[in-house]
């Protein structure tokens, strides 16, 4: 993935992040007496480089960094609990010989009220954002692929939350609305990501502007979250997203599935497995069907994406 690279969308990630943890230290120390609002998260940088000179075998002389602050903040009083994420992610790759390149972009936001109906079930309504933080470019740099909410994933939901302890929670949605937005046109005119593409001429040339920008579901769905230390320093932070599309192709489910292994070395020093797999019926993949090495048709298909990084870590509370 390609971009048109600029120091500034990394920096400011750092300093949001930074921002972010003195701010939040500040409000956990301005309300010790509150009991109802627990404030927190970590942030890690991972670095990797190879560098070779005069090395027989060959390769290439690489330099990447990767940023992830995961954010929360939660209150809990009687009845009532309100739980809010953000995820954020960022990094970059330098190849020898090449221009700078972005290798990963998040975003994440996820509210959800809850209220008690039992000792383990809430009445639950949550929103869920998803989208990313900067353009990406096909590797000729000419042709827009994705960029801030294009797309963006939006999910308001209404269900049972099932809460047995602090380390799982299973939200049962019947009622979910699902939001696609392209705010870009180019994007939207090309169909991209589901969206209904544009309109063409008698001539088969597509017409500039007609293509849609927001695209709505409505179905069934169903969040798992996960988190625990498995084994002593290392944990797991697994989540599954499952979404039934009750007006077209029920039978069909789209599949989120993120799994997050941090091993912690020592107090600042860390590393991290991040595996992601996606599964949209209504997003098309362009294939080569016959190994030919040319893209012959598209169409559904598992989206894998796999980190591995070491570097330094902070957690806050």
């Known amino acids: 993935m390609h971009f048109r690279f600029t120091r500034i969308p990394f920096l400011t990630f750092i300093l949001i992040l930074s921002c972010v943890a003195l701010s939040q230290a500040q409000a956990t120390q301005d309300t010790t007496e509150v009991k109802h609002w627990d404030f927190g998260g970590i942030g890690t940088i991972n670095f990797s480089q190879v560098s070779l000179n005069n090395w027989a075998a060959g390769g290439q002389n690489t330099v990447s960094v990767l940023g992830t602050a995961n954010l929360y903040s939660n209150y809990n009083h009687g009845n009532n609990s309100w739980n809010n994420s953000l995820d954020l992610t960022y990094g970059l790759v330098k190849l ?35 989208t990313q933080l900067t353009p990406t470019y096909t590797i000729t740099r000419d042709t827009l692929r994705s960029s801030f ?56 040339n597509i017409i500039p502007g007609t293509g849609q920008q927001f695209r709505k579901e409505f179905g069934g769905y169903i969040n798992v979250r996960y988190n ?35 091993f912690k070395v020592n107090k600042t020093v860390s590393a991290s497995l991040f595996v992601h797999m ?18 012959d048709g598209s169409g559904p298909r598992l989206q894998l994406k796999q980190t591995l990084g070491i570097g330094v870590s902070y957690k806050f509370k």
């Open 96 to 130: 020898e010989g090449r221009r700078v390149q972005k290798s990963d972009d998040k975003l994440e936001l996820n509210l959800k009220y809850g209220h008690r109906a039992s000792k383990r079930w809430f009445y639950t309504s949550q929103l869920n954002l998803k």
């Open 149 to 204: 909410f294009a797309p963006a994933y939006v999910l308001t939901s209404l269900g049972m939350d099932y809460k047995p302890n602090d380390k799982l929670s299973i939200f049962i949605s019947p009622f979910t609305g699902k939001f696609t937005i392209v705010s870009d046109q180019e994007l939207a005119d090309r169909g991209a990501f589901g969206v209904e593409a544009a309109r063409k001429d008698i001539e088969g």
């Open 228 to 262: 625990n230390e498995i084994l002593k320093n290392i944990t797991l932070q697994s989540k599954i997203d499952l979404f039934s599309n009750y007006l077209r192709n029920p039978e069909n489910v789209d599949l989120n599935w993120e799994n997050l292994v941090n």
């Open 278 to 295: 996606i599964y949209d019926d209504d997003v098309n993949i362009a294939v080569d069907r016959n190994d030919d090495g040319k893209v």
